[in-house]
Structures are given as structure tokens and as C-alpha cells.
């Protein structure tokens, strides 16, 4: 079994009844009523096919990628540690 390369979208909606309807493009994880919004993976190689057409939807307000590829992974010491 391969292991498929996933990428997280948070997809903001103007109405929640919509989120049925987004579950063919990729895998809900979590979904927000009060703030509207969906947290769903999609493999990676399809990406920007799929933010294409979600952003053609009438009801997809937003759509953000993941913060984590940005973020910093590896940390250097901070200037009081190197001290002691």
C-alpha cells in the first residue's frame, strides 16, 4: 500500500448545508457551524485543480492552504540558554 502525499484546505462557506456538497472533492476532517468553515484534505498532486473549482462555487467564500509548510520545524537556541 502506497502512502498518498495529503495537503490540508481550510474552506470557508456561506452556509453550512453547503458542506455535503464539497465532500466529492476531498476527505472532511472537521467543520465549524458558528464560524463556517471546513477543515479537508486533498492529495497533493491535485491541489490546484481542486481549489480551482471549489473557487468557481457560488458558496465557497475563502479557501486558505495549511500554515504548516511554512512554519519553522527546526529551533535554534535562544540567547538565555546558550548562557548556562
Do not use: A, C, F
Not at 472537521?30 to 481542486?50: A, C, F, G, P
Not at 458558496?59 to 511554512?70: D, R
Request: without cysteine.
Amino acid at each position: 500500500m502506497e502512502i498518498v502525499q495529503r495537503e490540508k484546505l481550510i474552506v470557508y462557506l456561506k452556509n453550512m448545508k453547503h458542506e455535503r456538497h464539497i465532500r466529492k472533492y476531498g476527505h472532511i476532517v472537521y467543520s465549524n457551524k458558528q464560524l463556517k468553515y471546513v477543515y479537508m484534505y486533498v492529495d497533493t498532486e491535485r491541489v490546484d485543480e481542486i481549489v480551482d473549482k471549489l473557487n468557481k462555487l457560488k458558496y465557497v467564500t475563502n479557501i486558505v492552504g495549511s500554515p504548516y509548510k511554512t512554519l519553522k520545524k527546526v529551533y535554534d537556541k535562544e540567547k538565555h540558554e546558550e548562557l548556562n
